[in-house]
């Protein structure tokens, strides 16, 4: 068995759509970056590769100008990592993940997500589970600036 962890943050940006977890959420902005700018997925990736000892997504998936990841859906970017872990003959154990946003709630949203994530990377919904919190207004995310994302990956 091997864990890792990732981490993301994005701010937000008043011309795009808000994508978490690989779905859509509803809401009057979305976040800044590169790709699709999914905070959550990014995170996943980075604690998937992490444990593998497979460096992270900036590594594979470089954010330089007019690339062929720019603009790209974070789910190809994730089914790709879980490409890589079982050409190394890992498999997935489950995987825990945190999103803080102080808006919008993201609750409701949660079993769309991990439906849409179990789906993608080709695993059980009961091997993923994600949490949404809130900072209590304090820094960049009480703000509403930004979403930051943690995960931790356990693969076999």
Request: proline share 4%.
């Amino acid at each position: 068995m091997r864990i890792g962890f990732g981490y993301d943050v994005h701010q937000f940006s008043p011309d795009r759509k808000l994508w978490l977890g690989g779905i859509e959420v509803p809401c009057e902005r979305g976040l800044q970056g590169h790709s699709d700018a999914d905070v959550a997925i990014h995170a996943l990736c980075d604690a998937l590769l992490g444990a593998a000892a497979l460096r992270d997504i900036g590594f594979h998936f470089p954010d330089t100008k007019g690339n062929e990841y720019e603009g790209i859906d974070s789910k190809i970017l994730l089914r790709r990592v879980m490409e890589m872990l079982r050409k190394e003959g890992y498999e997935l154990g489950n995987c825990d993940l945190t999103i803080c946003a102080q808006a919008p709630k993201l609750n409701p949203h949660i079993p769309a997500m991990q439906a849409c994530l179990a789906e993608v990377m080709d695993v059980n919904t009961n091997q993923i589970n994600i949490k949404a919190t809130t900072t209590e207004h304090l820094g960049f995310v009480g703000r509403e600036e930004g979403i930051a994302a943690y995960a931790v990956a356990l693969i076999n």
